[in-house]
């Protein structure tokens, strides 16, 4: 594995201009924050020695090298997720190369399902904790040099990124709900008593994906901020579609855009 990712961190050194110590996940409702993205290199996963390939519709699969918010970024459009069927080592390999190449801070979007009653669809949601409800576990295995055994999740979210996202949404009027955000396996949308389990569990928000990233990351020690945009909530009871997420998300690109450019500015 280490062989691997160096192999994978030393392809991308010389083939980007940049140094970015910024890298950023465009899950759902930062997809278009990739256009803002100045004086880009973009690079397909495929071009990529090393690195899986994306598979699920409207997922694209590249990274993006250039500025913004007036730093050198990298970001991930388009990510891994369990269900498609990549072993954990897959799903977070990008975020060991990350670390590898000089990263020290992960900031990552998704798509989530509201459990907690008072959140609206389209709401955003400032992930302030995790609860991993994923079948395996990302650190499973022989513990790899770059960070601890037994790594600590205390500020699994970084409390100073989380301090400066709330200001930044205050200072632009964007309504910004904060919860614990639970990931699951998927790919099927719960089942109302599951919805209903993971609200007596301690979840606001419920997805697919993040938790293993978040928890990678922070075993390289990188500072990480996440959003999720409440695409769906539990309590209507109604039917939820891929087509409504996609819909929410979208909608929510201007704000989550805004939030991520400016906490870039503050870095
Ligand atoms: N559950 C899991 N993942 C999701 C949901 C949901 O309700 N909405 C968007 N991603």
């Known amino acids: 594995m280490l062989e691997k990712i160096k192999q994978t961190s030393d392809w991308l050194i010389q083939h980007i201009n940049r140094r970015p110590r910024v890298a950023i996940i465009l899950g759902s409702g930062l997809g278009k924050l990739s256009d ?3 004086a880009r290199e973009v690079i397909p996963y495929s071009d990529i020695p090393g690195f899986p390939v994306s598979t699920v519709e409207g997922h694209a699969g590249e990274l993006i090298i250039g500025r913004l918010g007036g730093q050198d970024v990298l970001a991930m459009n388009g990510r891994f997720h369990f269900y498609e069927g990549y072993p954990m080592q897959d799903v977070t390999f990008p975020i060991r190369v990350f670390h590898a190449i000089g990263i020290t801070t992960l900031l990552v979007s998704n798509a989530a399902g509201g459990t907690n009653p008072a959140f609206h669809i389209g709401d955003l949601m ?3 904790d995790h609860i991993n409800m994923m079948p395996e576990h990302p650190l499973r295995g022989r513990n790899l040099p770059m960070g601890p055994r037994f790594p600590d999740m205390t500020h699994a979210y970084s409390p100073r990124l989380n301090r400066k ?3 930044i949404a205050l200072d632009n009027d964007i309504l910004l709900r904060e919860g614990i955000y639970l990931g699951t396996q998927g790919p099927t949308y719960e089942t109302p008593a599951e919805y209903r389990m993971f609200r007596l569990l301690g979840a606001d928000a419920v997805g697919m994906s993040t938790v293993p990233e978040i928890i990678v990351a922070n075993h390289c020690g990188m ?3 996440g959003i999720s945009v ?3 909530v539990s309590q209507t009871g109604n039917k939820v579609t ?7 998300a979208d909608q929510a690109q201007p704000r989550m855009s805004t939030i991520f450019r400016e906490i870039i500015r503050t870095l």
């Open 126 to 128: 400032l992930i302030i």
């Open 165 to 167: 996202t709330r200001e």
């Open 223 to 225: 500072e990480c901020m």
């Open 36 to 38: 803002e993205i100045e």
């Open 242 to 248: 891929h087509d409504e997420v996609k819909l929410a």
């Open 230 to 232: 409440i695409t769906n």
